[in-house]
């Protein structure tokens, strides 16, 4: 055997066990924090939400789910929605601000300073909350926004179980787990087990160390701690929720999820807009790199946290793009000893064909078979051999993260940070919703215009 092979050899021992410790013990902690989280939940009093909530929605061209939306949030009070509307065409905003009613402000953004991307409109709708929680004279410690996508619906009862997680003064945010609700085709399934399976358990491990990664859809945190952070807390980032994520774990707050609360979205129907999605999001996931050293050297990280965080942002460097060579490689010289000798290149003298074989299945599958596996627990209506057989259908699933992340670094490498925003579909009529209950503070109805100019009053119609 040459230096070379073996030095791949090497790299590929290193690679699979990396990958296997990494999730295997996502896999035990995760359903660990799962169980905790459900014993927890029997023992908190659910009855009474101690904080005011603004739902914070970024929205260009919303108008076929966000009428919906708005009136789902709205019966969620005590709460109130803030709508950026992002210079859309169509007409969002006086859907949106009918759907809401007094529970709903709309702000609208112009070109040319509207359409710079999700970090800037967030920014500019939390200037309106700053100004609205002053204006009712609220407190920002006992005040939430909760970033949601315009086609995000809360799980019933999500306000009650996330409210008590901020009783903790150490917690600055709460991420709540996705779930895919329109799951009929296979490319809508997939997601669905990719969001539950694999990221939501890693998320419930990550708990334990108190930094969970915030998402763009049902992230809760503290307007103190925005506030605390600068002027303009989102960064212009393509993944503003993780560096947002990172930044306030370096700041030294715990960011927690729960497993008993879920925020649902559609899923992306289209391949290719899928593969451009994950491309952006493994973009803006490597661009975080730099945050790495900050977190060991910070010393208001510990050092569980600091090291879990920095073995999550190295995934994409360190996991992603080197197997991604070494996973084919290893396969195409299976192939050609196969085709030469009748034998796997390493059978020989070391492990039988069949074992061989075993264990170029295990490699392959074995973390997306358990995936599949695990997916029941989201859905129970899979049975034990569909969810076996999906489990291997995410190598689909693999195979996008690969694709995305050699994207992704190319795109990197060019200086290209563009994206293009993730298109809606239509689900029919909005469903009524109950109102829920109220606390009698002032609420606010009207339009904002955003001038780009920066601090500017509010005024009402």
């Given at each position: 055997m040459s230096g070379l092979q073996?030095?791949?050899?090497?790299?590929?021992?290193?690679?699979?066990?990396?990958?296997?410790?990494?999730?295997?013990?996502?896999?035990?902690?995760?359903?660990?924090?799962?169980?905790?989280?459900?014993?927890?939940?029997?023992?908190?009093?659910?009855?009474?939400i101690n904080y005011w909530v603004f739902f914070l929605i970024p929205a260009l061209d919303e108008a076929n789910v966000?009428?919906?939306?708005?009136?789902?949030?709205?019966?969620?009070?005590?709460?109130?929605?803030?709508?950026?509307?992002?210079?859309?065409?169509?007409?969002?905003?006086?859907?949106?601000?009918?759907?809401g009613g007094s529970s709903c402000l709309v702000l609208t953004r112009t070109v040319p300073d509207a359409r710079q991307g999700k970090g800037a409109a967030l920014n500019a709708?939390?200037?309106?909350?700053?100004?609205?929680?002053?204006?009712?004279?609220?407190?920002?410690?006992?005040?939430?926004?909760?970033?949601?996508?315009?086609?995000?619906?809360?799980s019933d009862g999500a306000l009650r179980r996330v409210g008590p997680l901020f009783d903790d003064p150490r917690v600055g945010g709460v991420q709540l787990p996705v779930r895919i609700r329109n799951r009929r085709r296979?490319?809508?399934?997939?997601?669905?087990?990719?969001?539950?399976?694999?990221?939501?358990?890693?998320?419930?491990?990550?708990?334990?160390?108190?930094?969970?990664?915030l998402g763009g859809n049902g992230q809760f945190t503290?307007?103190?701690?925005?506030?605390?952070?600068?002027?303009?807390?989102?960064?212009?980032?393509?993944?503003?929720?993780?560096?947002?994520?990172?930044?306030?774990?370096?700041?030294?707050?715990?960011?927690?999820?729960t497993p008993m609360a879920w925020v649902d979205q559609q899923a992306i129907t289209s391949w290719r807009r899928l593969l451009r999605q994950r491309t952006r999001w493994m973009q803006g996931h490597m661009s975080c790199a730099p945050y790495m050293w900050r977190l060991l050297r910070s010393p208001k990280v510990s050092n569980s946290a600091a090291i879990e965080t920095v073995l999550y942002l190295s995934v994409p460097w360190a996991l992603v793009l080197p197997w991604s060579i070494l996973f084919h490689l290893t396969w195409a010289q299976t192939i050609v000893s196969i085709a030469r000798y009748g034998l796997p290149i390493h059978?020989?003298?070391?492990?039988?064909?069949?074992?061989?074989?075993?264990?170029?299945?295990?490699?392959?599958?074995?973390?997306?078979?358990?995936a599949g596996l695990i997916y029941r627990r989201r859905d129970p209506t899979v049975g034990r051999i569909r969810s076996f057989l999906i489990g291997h259908l995410l190598i689909a699933g693999f195979y996008v993260a690969m694709i995305a992340a050699w994207r992704a670094l190319f795109r990197i490498?060019?200086?290209?940070?563009?994206?293009?925003?993730?298109l809606r579909q239509h689900e029919g009529e909005p469903v009524a919703v109950e109102q829920g209950p109220t606390t009698g503070l002032p609420v606010l109805t009207g339009t904002v215009t955003d001038s780009g100019s920066g601090h500017r009053p509010v005024h009402l119609e």
């Open positions: 073996t030095f791949e050899h090497g790299l590929t021992v290193v690679l699979i066990g990396f990958g296997l410790a990494y999730f295997f013990g996502g896999v035990l902690l995760g359903y660990r924090s799962w169980g905790r989280a459900k014993r927890a939940d029997e023992l908190t009093d659910q009855s009474e966000i009428d919906d939306t708005v009136r789902r949030l709205t019966a969620h009070g005590p709460a109130t929605v803030v709508l950026v509307d992002d210079a859309s065409t169509d007409n969002t905003a006086e859907l949106a601000r009918a759907a709708g939390l200037t309106v909350i700053r100004d609205e929680v002053r204006r009712r004279g609220l407190d920002p410690d006992r005040t939430l926004v909760c970033v949601m996508d315009a086609d995000g619906h809360l296979l490319i809508e399934r997939l997601q669905d087990i990719e969001f539950w399976a694999l990221s939501a358990l890693s998320q419930f491990a990550r708990d334990a160390f108190g930094n969970v990664s503290r307007l103190s701690v925005l506030l605390a952070l600068d002027s303009a807390p989102w960064s212009a980032s393509l993944t503003e929720d993780l560096d947002l994520a990172v930044r306030m774990t370096l700041r030294g707050n715990r960011l927690v999820t059978a020989t003298g070391v492990l039988p064909v069949t074992l061989y074989c075993i264990y170029l299945y295990l490699v392959s599958f074995l973390p997306m078979v358990i490498l060019r200086g290209n940070a563009g994206w293009e925003k993730t």
